[in-house]
């Protein structure tokens, strides 16, 4: 018997009710925070649904991972243009604010197999169109990560992995749970 109580808890069965009054419920996880509940997200920064930290410090591309996992999470994956597109305004209201041109890392490379690039977080081939003109080109066969404020465009570059640049961390996709505890 599978009794539902609430939208986010299930009762498993009526037998599970034992002599003491207690009964076993199994928590449901749902996708984002539904009930809009304030979430302290400090040091990310909410762009478009989801969670960024944009680093104020120039780093390698393997120190940006590494300060990235730290946080609990990866360099930016950009899985759709619109998710792009939206990261990127936000990097032009910044540049703007700041009136300076910022090179980001992202999780892009080719490490792995060159002239391929993947996310590094992923391990998905880099679909999105939105490198910026003649790019990548692998200058001098020595340029394997990528990285997104190559000039106006604030588009997709490849750069030396050895170069110091900013960086982007994205955060994990939020889960919300819920769980009752009955005594």
Same mark, same amino acid.
């Given at each position: 018997?599978?009794?539902?109580?609430?939208?986010?808890?299930?009762?498993?069965?009526?037998?599970?009710?034992?002599?003491?009054?207690?009964?076993?419920?199994?928590?449901?996880?749902?996708?984002?925070?539904?009930?809009?509940?304030?979430?302290?997200?400090?040091?990310?920064?909410?762009?478009?649904?989801?969670?960024?930290?944009?680093?104020?410090?120039?780093?390698?591309?393997?120190?940006?991972?590494?300060?990235?996992?730290?946080?609990?999470?990866?360099?930016?994956?950009?899985? +759709?243009?619109?998710?792009? !597109? &939206?990261?990127?305004? /936000? =990097?032009?209201?910044?540049?703007? *604010?700041?009136? $300076?041109?910022?090179?980001?890392?992202?999780?892009?490379?080719?490490?792995?197999?060159?002239?391929?690039?993947?996310?590094?977080?992923?391990?998905?081939?880099?679909?999105?169109?939105?490198?910026?003109?003649?790019?990548?080109?692998?200058?001098?066969?020595?340029?394997?990560?990528?990285?997104?404020?190559?000039?106006? +465009?604030?588009?997709?570059? !490849? &750069?030396?992995?050895? /170069? =110091?640049?900013?960086?982007?961390? *994205?955060?994990? $996709?939020?889960?919300?749970?819920?769980?009752?505890?009955?005594?």
């Amino acid at each position: 018997l599978l009794t539902t109580l609430q939208p986010n808890l299930r009762l498993v069965s009526s037998s599970a009710c034992g002599s003491q009054g207690y009964c076993e419920y199994i928590p449901l996880f749902s996708a984002g925070n539904p009930n809009d509940v304030l979430i302290n997200s400090s040091p990310f920064i909410m762009v478009n649904n989801s969670y960024y930290y944009f680093s104020t410090q120039s780093v390698n591309w393997f120190a940006a991972h590494e300060n990235c996992r730290k946080m609990g999470s990866n360099l930016v994956t950009f899985e +759709t243009p619109e998710e792009f !597109d &939206s990261v990127m305004k /936000y =990097l032009l209201n910044l540049r703007i *604010e700041e009136n $300076k041109i910022h090179m980001y890392w992202t999780s892009g490379n080719d490490l792995g197999w060159h002239t391929m690039f993947k996310w590094f977080s992923s391990g998905e081939v880099i679909k999105i169109k939105r490198w910026a003109p003649g790019q990548p080109d692998n200058y001098q066969g020595k340029e394997h990560c990528v990285a997104v404020g190559y000039d106006d +465009t604030n588009r997709l570059h !490849d &750069s030396r992995c050895e /170069y =110091l640049k900013k960086y982007i961390c *994205e955060a994990p $996709k939020q889960e919300t749970i819920s769980i009752v505890i009955w005594k």
